[in-house]
């Protein structure tokens, strides 16, 4: 069974520029997960979307970070404009259901803003 | 107070020895807990799920306790290949979300 499956894996941008990163989930897996970790941090949820709905993007910071999971499979996350405290991973997962069921994590997008 | 809290750590213990961490959870209402491992630079993978009555898996036993609202792993006869950051993770007041700690740094010696 293919994994969730991420790009880019790397990212170099100067502060006020734009990102967009891709995921594309296990197949079958309704729920759908945008974390950012910073480094010694536990994962911090963004957003998450069960099939193309949004369920909780409460700590989405709305007026530079967007995302978008149009046909209920793959997301785009993206960020405009970029700030240094942006610089982070930003690890996508995917589960079969939403909350108690087990989440399978991408390699995450490694992000630096400079 | 965080939601869930995890001591940073590191904890550095020598191979063969057995070593403990706990993760405390502020929300009664959470029914769901889970310990993921993290290795360095690498994204979180499932070690175990947390049920009331506990779970074995190997050298891995993991235990909850409502009363004193924390979860436990405890990992006997460490291996060097255990040297990982542990997650845990509460389900919140809905049953959708998933509350994470900010991970125990674990560091087996040899």
């Known amino acids: 069974e293919a994994g969730v499956a991420q790009s880019p894996r790397y990212k170099i941008i100067e502060k006020r520029q734009s990102v967009a990163f891709w995921c594309n989930p296990i197949?079958?897996?309704?729920?759908l997960y945008w974390y950012q970790q910073i480094l010694g941090q536990g994962p911090k949820l963004l957003i998450q979307?069960?099939?193309?709905?949004?369920?909780?993007d409460s700590q989405l910071p709305k007026d530079r970070f967007s995302a978008e999971r149009l046909k209920g499979v793959d997301s785009t996350l993206k960020i405009q404009p970029a700030k240094l405290e942006d610089s982070a991973v930003y690890l996508c997962?995917?589960?079969?259901?939403?909350?108690?069921?087990?989440?399978?994590f991408g390699p995450g997008t490694r992000l630096t803003v400079t | 107070r965080k939601e869930v809290e995890q001591d940073p750590g590191p904890f550095n213990v020598p191979e063969g020895a057995t070593v403990a961490f706990n993760c405390t959870y502020s929300?009664?209402?959470?029914?769901?807990f889970f310990w993921y491992r993290q290795d360095c630079r690498k994204e979180p993978k499932l070690l175990m799920s947390v049920y009331s009555s506990g779970n074995e898996d190997g050298r891995f036993t993991a235990q909850l306790n409502r009363a004193s609202q924390y979860i436990s792993l405890l990992i006997r006869d460490s291996k060097l290949s255990d040297s990982a950051t542990y997650l845990c993770?509460?389900?919140?007041?809905?049953?959708?979300?998933?509350?994470w700690g900010a991970g125990t740094k674990l560091i087996i010696k040899p």
């Open positions: 997962a995917s589960s079969l259901r939403q909350g108690d069921s087990e989440q399978y």
């Open positions: 993770a509460a389900t919140g007041d809905s049953n959708y979300q998933l509350i």
């Open positions: 929300n009664s209402a959470s029914q769901s």
């Open positions: 197949s079958g897996h309704a729920t």
């Open positions: 979307f069960q099939n193309n709905g949004v369920v909780d």
